[in-house]
T-cell receptor, first 113, second 113 residues
Framework: GENVEQHPSTLSVQEGDSAVIKCTYS??????FPWYKQELGKRPQLIID?????GEKKDQRIAVTLNKTAKHFSLHITETQPEDSAVYFC????????????FGKGTRLHILP | KAGVTQTPRYLIKTRGQQVTLSCSPI?????VSWYQQTPGQGLQFLFE???????NKGNFPGRFSGRQFSNSRSEMNVSTLELGDSALYLC????????????FGPGTRLTVL
């Protein structure tokens, strides 16, 4: 089955700098890769997702890149702000096939003032 | 549109007891997935239901079970509770299974004493 590795587990970034979180997956059939943000005490919320027919997707300060050959995908947050502090989860799924979404273990992002 | 709701929000049980958690998806959503979230293991997939049928199941013992009703509401049951079952149990709904955007509920915090 699918296995998703996420790094780093903790990341501290100066406010205004960029943050990058990386994930690798094992199942080459995976074709859907969502990212979730979970603030302290709140539910995970989808912030961006990418499908395997796309190499990069941007939404304001957030971007995700996908390298299917290397089986890794990354979340990039530019011009970080205090409200970006949260735990971020990546996930992978085979999409249309009968498979479940597997999450990485999360990255705790601290934005330093 | 109302979001995903889960009841109860907090629950304290003792070892050996059983517990039933409830999830009401967003109106019109027919797919409901359940996740266990713990500090050490992150978000782990429990099972997914669509049209009252279990489509997928994660690597959890048979003490964890679930069902979905005709109105798409879902319940999960844990029998013979163990200390290690203490966790936040999240459900997520989507219109269709797997790759549709999942919307998470607030979770049920289960503490087993």
């Amino acid at each position: 089955g699918e296995n998703v590795e996420q790094h780093p587990s903790t990341l501290s970034v100066q406010e205004g700098d960029s943050a990058v979180i990386k994930c690798t997956y094992s199942d080459s059939a995976s074709n859907y890769f969502p990212w979730y943000k979970q603030e302290l005490g709140k539910r995970p919320q989808l912030i961006i997702d990418i499908r395997s027919n796309v190499g990069e997707k941007k939404d304001q300060r957030i971007a995700v890149t996908l390298n299917k050959t290397a089986k890794h995908f990354s979340l990039h947050i530019t011009e970080t702000q205090p409200e970006d502090s949260a735990v971020y989860f990546c996930a992978a799924s085979e999409g249309d096939r009968d498979d479940k979404i597997i999450f990485g273990k999360g990255t705790r992002l601290h934005i330093l003032p | 549109k109302a979001g995903v709701t889960q009841t109860p929000r907090y629950l304290i049980k003792t070892r050996g007891q059983q517990v039933t958690l409830s999830c009401s998806p967003i109106s019109g959503h027919r797919s409901v997935s359940w996740y266990q979230q713990t500090p050490g293991q992150g978000l782990q997939f429990l099972f997914e239901y669509f049209s009252e049928t279990q489509r997928n199941k994660g690597n959890f013992p048979g003490r964890f079970s679930g069902r979905q009703f005709s109105n798409s509401r879902s319940e999960m049951n844990v029998s013979t509770l163990e200390l290690g079952d203490s966790a936040l149990y999240l459900c997520a709904s989507s219109p269709h299974p797997s790759t549709d955007t999942q919307y998470f509920g607030p979770g049920t915090r289960l503490t087993v004493l």
